[in-house]
């Protein structure tokens, strides 16, 4: 495998972001170091998704529960685990991580949480033996989730696994099209890492949708600690689509980035802009694009902040060509009380 390719600067971003803890659970150092990063990085992805359950020990029975909607059973507390499934075969049985949900001081609930990347028919085999395993050694119910990077995994983990003789087994799943979009800071204050799974799922798809959810969990994770906030913030920017990115840069100067990549992300859009504003020739669908980037970008900082946009101001600010206007609802937009005070000047 040869250096650092097109990803390398995601990998990278990603790694420097790792609690330093997280970074010495792994036998190399940061892909920048003469390091190969093809074969490092599906272990960054995987492990940072982990590492938002092992945050929020809850995240896996509000999956099950809000997303899902299975019967959780009441629980006042949730236990995190590393549960020995090792006895036939140790190399084999190792999940991501067990929750163990409490009531009174007993497990009423077991649940493995698995980040899925491929499909891998080893998988298929061992998730029937989590749950038994588990099962017997908690004495409760208990189930796999699977969270899935992509559909297509997806829908291959949510097929029944034949054990034989007419038993079959079933995981608990959820892909990209099972989280929910949440534009909206204070939903997503509430959950944070729900807010980045929900970067993570629709990071490339819709531009709209993608910026204003990474402005959601910019203002989110403003009240965590350093640490946690820049590995938040950073697996959002790296999830993020190209186009996203691009309507990053066009966020206004007033706009108070709080993690290190987005300020980069800014600070580079203005020196490409300033460049483009010296070249010459400049074609007439790039202007158009430069302005409906500028208009996204108003329309998620209004969403996110969570000023009401009706259907007439949003066409207009759409519609608009004008730079000289976008430009000055760009550095207002970030200080504005209501809509109506930003397309009255």
């Not at 990278?12 to 990063?37: D, G, I, K, M, Y």
């Not at 079933?170 to 890492?193: F, L, M, S, T, Y």
Request: aromatic residues 6%; negative net charge; contains cysteine.
């Amino acid at each position: 495998m040869g250096r650092i390719g097109v990803h390398g600067r995601a990998c990278c971003v990603a790694w420097r972001s790792l609690p330093s803890a997280f970074r010495l659970s792994f036998p190399t150092t940061c892909p920048c170091l003469e390091v190969t990063c093809l074969g490092l990085m599906p272990t960054i992805e995987h492990e940072s998704l982990v590492y938002l359950f092992r945050n929020r020990p809850q995240l896996a029975a509000e999956l099950l529960r809000d997303l899902l909607r299975a019967d959780i059973p009441q629980f006042d507390g949730v236990e995190l685990d590393s549960i020995d499934f090792t006895r036939i075969e140790p190399a084999e049985y190792r999940c991501d991580q067990v929750a163990k949900l409490m009531y009174q001081g007993k497990p009423v609930a077991g649940i493995v949480v698995e980040v899925q990347r491929h499909s891998t028919a080893r998988k298929r085999q061992v998730w029937p033996v989590y749950a038994t395993d588990l099962r017997a050694q908690l004495n409760c119910p208990t189930c796999v989730l699977a969270f899935c990077t992509t559909d297509a995994v997806a829908r291959w983990a949510a097929e029944p696994i034949a054990l034989g003789f007419g038993n079959f087994y079933r995981v608990q799943v959820i892909g990209p099209n099972g989280v929910p979009a949440i534009v909206d800071a204070e939903a997503a204050r509430k959950v944070p890492e729900l807010a980045i799974l929900a970067a993570h799922a629709h990071g490339e798809g819709d531009v709209d949708t993608a910026v204003r959810i990474a402005l959601a969990c910019e203002l989110a994770t403003r009240d965590l600690d350093p640490e946690r906030r820049a590995l938040y913030l950073d697996m959002v920017y790296a999830a993020l689509g190209a186009a996203a990115k691009e309507a990053l840069k066009m966020i206004p100067e007033g706009y108070q980035w709080q993690s290190d990549i987005g300020r980069q992300s800014h600070q580079q859009g203005k020196a490409e802009g300033k460049a483009e504003g010296k070249a010459e020739g400049k074609a007439e669908g790039k202007a158009e694009g430069k302005a409906r980037g500028k208009a996204e970008s108003i329309l998620a900082v209004l969403e996110s902040r969570g000023l009401a946009v009706g259907d007439e101001q949003r066409g207009r600010i759409l519609d608009c060509a004008d730079q000289g206007t976008l430009d000055s609802w760009l550095r207002r937009v970030a200080t504005v009380t209501s809509c109506e005070e930003l397309l009255a000047h």
